[in-house]
């Protein structure tokens, strides 16, 4: 019953910044941390970007200084801001959060993704 919907990809160039935003919706407790991931085809998915219920945030060092995250607990959205965009971000973004359902506690669940496309 628990959803994560990611929105905001698309095709930029180089240099360009985009944001994705993950909406969490249905029968939801808590969300605890809240996580974006990249995959494609060639490479294991990635940890991009972690942020934990508090605001503490972690990046991985290929987007540090690039990419911010954020969070709105009251709407259960994550964001990622993307900045200064190089062709080898080009990937399926994920999200990723640790959320409580009734009944039930903390399960990790998965959006389907949102395509980014860095190219000239």
């Known amino acids: 019953q628990v959803q994560l919907v990611e929105s905001g990809g698309g095709l930029v160039q180089p240099g360009g910044s985009l944001r994705l935003s993950c909406v969490a919706s249905?029968?939801?407790?808590?969300?605890?941390?809240m996580n974006w991931y990249r995959q494609t085809p060639e490479k294991q998915r990635e940890l991009v970007a972690r942020?934990?219920?508090?605001?503490?945030?972690m990046y991985a060092d290929s987007v540090k200084g690039r990419f911010t995250i954020s969070r709105d607990n009251a709407k259960n959205t994550v964001y990622l801001q993307m900045n200064s965009l190089k062709p080898e971000d080009t990937a399926v973004y994920l999200c990723n959060a640790d959320i409580q359902a009734p009944g039930t506690w903390y399960h990790g669940y998965w959006g389907q993704g949102t395509q980014v496309t860095v190219s000239s």
């Open positions: 249905g029968s939801i407790l808590s969300v605890n941390a």
């Open positions: 942020i934990t219920k508090d605001g503490n945030s």
